[in-house]
């Protein structure tokens, strides 16, 4: 499986961007895909996952404003992401695997990762 993000680029606090993450070759087994982020000096941070059964969650710094979402047919997952905080700089993966997002916000890592787009919010 490969995983291509997009997306990321500079916006000022409380604009929007929306990240993409198109999944390639063979994606039978995934059951879970995510957003994770990781800001310089800080350890990564699970953001939002989804499984296949549509069961999405967050973490609660971004609750009401981030959304993630899939399309099936284009094999594509987004994270959109509303009222941007400087806080929410970080370099943002998308990632797959076989398992829970339970477990995925337990600390369990997905097999598949793509190589990440920056995100960069101006106060």
């Known amino acids: 499986v490969q995983l291509v993000e997009s997306g990321g680029g500079l916006v000022q606090a409380g604009g929007s961007l929306r990240l993409s993450c198109a999944a390639s070759g063979s994606i039978f087994g995934i059951n879970a895909e995510g957003w994770y982020r990781q800001a310089p000096g800080k350890e990564r941070e699970l953001v939002a996952a989804?499984?296949?059964?549509?069961?999405?969650h967050y973490t609660d710094s971004v609750k009401g404003r981030f959304t993630i979402s899939r399309d099936n047919a284009k094999n594509t997952l987004y994270l959109q992401m509303n009222s941007l905080k400087p806080e929410d700089t970080a370099m943002y993966f998308c990632a797959a695997g076989g398992l829970s997002i339970m477990s995925m916000f337990l600390g369990d890592l997905p097999a598949y990762w793509g190589q990440g787009t920056q995100v960069t919010v101006s106060s």
């Open positions: 989804i499984s296949s059964d549509g069961s999405i």
